[in-house]
């Protein structure tokens, strides 16, 4: 071995140690702080629209849901979780739903799905274009009249004399049922429905803009308020709730399959690209939430067991050598320990 080679391989040796100073320790806190505020300065002076194009950030985004969206750890976990937060439930009397949920936002979100007039009336306008709901309907309102005409029969039947009357007249009406099913009086039961849905409407248009509905449903949410969260389990069961979750992550997981979820990700992406283009890079942390503290802080939170443990098996100073060494062997580096 040439004496250059000698003093590459010491020069290799100490450029590892001091890199492997360089991280343990509190000296790793020293250095996270000033390679943080180093890279925060130079991205003081890079433009994120410089850097990163729309058709790029349109990809990664899409990359995101995608691949992660869809990863088998988020598939996995699902479940587990809402398994999890269900027995937290289930044993927590602590808190209150009002300790959990602020008042004052839930008042304003009623608030405004009543005061949502366009809506309700379109949705009130597709509803009568279902055969099917109108039967519903139909059958909704002959349960209101006939558990009326019940009540009012059974206080009658009570009079002496009304019970046979009233025998008489239901033996009619059946006679008469049994002639419409087979006359033209059977076509008017399509129309009927029709007729029952757009009563039904507009009662219930009627109730969402008159009647005090939001102040009702404020009463509703103050009287579980004060309650423990363990008795929303009353509500579901934990398969229930599992099913639930379930049912809403394939949903999810389908519809960012589909192209036109995909038209509304670039469009999100292309708005956001418009308002913070012109950002510096580290301009943009503010925005975020972030600073430089944070940044250093959750480095420092998981940095030093990774790099203990990657020090520990020598994984760590083998990677730093592989690195270096190519410089230090390299024959202009032997040259110049050579005197040439």
Same mark, same amino acid.
């Not at 304003?108 to 309700?120: N, P, S, V």
């Given at each position: 071995?040439?004496?250059?080679?000698?003093?590459?391989?010491?020069?290799?040796?100490?450029?590892?140690?001091?890199?492997?100073?360089?991280v343990t320790g509190d000296r790793f806190a020293e250095v996270i702080a000033r390679d943080v505020a180093a890279v925060l300065?130079?991205?003081?002076?890079?433009?994120?629209?410089?850097?990163?194009?729309?058709?790029?950030?349109?990809? %990664?985004?899409? =990359?995101?849901? &995608?691949?992660?969206?869809?990863? #088998? $750890?988020? !598939?996995?976990?699902?479940? @587990? +979780?809402?398994?999890?937060?269900?027995?937290?439930?289930?044993?927590? %009397?602590?808190? =209150?739903?009002? &300790?959990?949920?602020?008042?004052? #936002? $839930?008042? !304003?979100?009623?608030?405004? @799905? +009543?005061?949502?007039?366009?809506?309700?009336?379109?949705?009130?306008?597709?509803?009568?274009?279902?055969?099917?709901?109108?039967?519903?309907?139909?059958?909704?309102?002959?349960?209101?009249?006939?558990?009326?005409?019940?009540?009012?029969?059974?206080?009658?039947?009570?009079?002496?004399?009304?019970?046979?009357?009233?025998?008489?007249?239901?033996?009619?009406?059946?006679?008469?049922?049994?002639?419409?099913?087979?006359?033209?009086?059977?076509?008017?039961?399509?129309?009927?429905?029709?007729?029952?849905?757009?009563?039904?409407?507009?009662?219930?248009?009627?109730?969402?803009?008159?009647?005090?509905?939001?102040?009702?449903?404020?009463?509703?949410?103050?009287?579980?308020?004060?309650?423990?969260?363990?008795?929303?389990?009353?509500?579901?069961?934990?398969?229930?709730?599992?099913?639930?979750?379930?049912?809403?992550?394939?949903?999810?997981?389908?519809?960012?399959?589909?192209?036109?979820?995909?038209?509304?990700?670039?469009?999100?992406?292309?708005?956001?690209?418009?308002?913070?283009?012109?950002?510096?890079?580290?301009?943009?942390?503010?925005?975020?939430?972030?600073?430089?503290?944070?940044?250093?802080?959750?480095?420092?939170?998981?940095?030093?067991?990774?790099?203990?443990?990657?020090?520990?098996?020598?994984?760590?100073?083998?990677?730093?050598?592989?690195?270096?060494e190519p410089f230090f062997f390299s024959e202009q580096v032997l040259g110049i320990l050579g005197g040439k």
């Amino acid at each position: 071995m040439t004496q250059a080679r000698q003093i590459a391989e010491r020069l290799l040796d100490a450029q590892v140690d001091f890199l492997l100073a360089e991280v343990t320790g509190d000296r790793f806190a020293e250095v996270i702080a000033r390679d943080v505020a180093a890279v925060l300065a130079v991205g003081d002076t890079i433009v994120f629209g410089d850097v990163v194009s729309l058709a790029q950030g349109e990809e %990664t985004v899409a =990359t995101v849901f &995608d691949r992660i969206g869809g990863s #088998p $750890v988020i !598939a996995d976990t699902v479940g @587990i +979780f809402s398994d999890a937060i269900y027995d937290h439930i289930a044993s927590n %009397t602590e808190y =209150t739903l009002g &300790d959990v949920v602020d008042r004052e #936002p $839930v008042e !304003a979100l009623l608030e405004k @799905i +009543f005061g949502m007039h366009q809506a309700q009336e379109r949705i009130l306008d597709r509803l009568t274009e279902s055969p099917l709901v109108a039967t519903v309907a139909a059958r909704f309102v002959d349960k209101l009249i006939g558990d009326f005409m019940q009540a009012n029969r059974e206080r009658a039947e009570k009079i002496p004399g009304v019970s046979s009357l009233m025998s008489l007249g239901q033996s009619a009406a059946n006679r008469a049922k049994k002639v419409a099913d087979s006359t033209f009086v059977g076509d008017l039961a399509g129309k009927g429905a029709l007729f029952a849905l757009k009563r039904t409407n507009n009662a219930i248009r009627d109730m969402l803009r008159d009647a005090p509905v939001h102040s009702a449903a404020m009463e509703f949410w103050d009287l579980h308020a004060d309650e423990p969260v363990a008795g929303l389990r009353e509500y579901l069961t934990q398969k229930d709730l599992n099913e639930l979750v379930q049912i809403c992550y394939e949903i999810a997981v389908t519809t960012r399959e589909k192209e036109y979820f995909g038209m509304l990700v670039r469009e999100c992406v292309e708005v956001f690209y418009t308002r913070y283009s012109k950002h510096t890079l580290s301009a943009m942390l503010p925005e975020l939430g972030l600073t430089a503290d944070d940044i250093g802080a959750e480095i420092l939170r998981y940095g030093p067991a990774v790099i203990e443990s990657a020090k520990a098996n020598g994984v760590l100073a083998g990677l730093i050598r592989e690195r270096l060494e190519p410089f230090f062997f390299s024959e202009q580096v032997l040259g110049i320990l050579g005197g040439k």
